[in-house]
């Protein structure tokens, strides 16, 4: 988390639904890496936790009292803010009944991304309140989300 805070500009500080956003971005990127590591860890006490963001800033200074890491997040109703885009190609060798050279056949799959949460400026605020909390490593937001093939999924 440390690298997402120190990227964050004075600018981006001050737009809390963009510090949403973009914490979003960051995280999808290895969030399942993290749980995986988490739950590999020789430590004992781990709580999750799925609240409404009212309840955020009194959960995260209550819990670790009792936890090392707790990890929050919201229930997953809310809009679907969309993060971006992802393509994924897979080829093959073409069917060569002939003998002939033929290239080989590919395929181009997008799906875009995104995060629910009920309010995206009540996120990034939270975000950036739980700061101390969530750089030690006490306390992890992971976002609720969704993907779907660009034709599938109106983001």
Known sequence: MNEFYDSLSENERAFAPGVALKYGR??????????????????????????????????????????????????????????GMREWTSTWPASNTYGADVPDEEETQTWRYGMV??????????????????????????PVFVEGTVEGLDL
């Open 26 to 83: 960051t995280v999808n990127s290895y969030y399942q890496r993290l749980l995986n590591a988490k739950a590999a860890s020789n430590r004992p006490y781990y709580v999750g936790l799925s609240s409404d963001m009212g309840s955020f800033e009194q959960v995260t200074k209550r819990v670790v009292l009792v936890a090392d890491t707790v990890l929050l997040s919201e229930h997953g109703v809310g809009a679907v803010h969309e993060l």
């Open 117 to 142: 949460t009920e309010d995206l400026a009540k996120l990034g605020q939270r975000l950036l309140d739980a700061e101390p909390l969530l750089r030690s490593g006490a306390v992890w937001y992971g």
